[in-house]
């Protein structure tokens, strides 16, 4: 099995954007609006 090189991101859960309490959406700060976020810094020898 090989790890996806993105997860999604767990603040929008991939939407890209947030629900406001007030109403209303937000771009995720999470992704700024990807939907996803890159893995933390992974060690990579190539
Ligand atoms: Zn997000």
Known sequence: MKH???????????????QLLLGGSETCYGC???GTEKEKQTVSEN
Not at 4 to 18: I, K, L, N, R, W
């Open 4 to 18: 996806t090189d993105q997860t999604v991101c767990p603040y929008c859960e991939g939407h890209g954007y947030v």
């Open 32 to 34: 700024l609006g990807k």
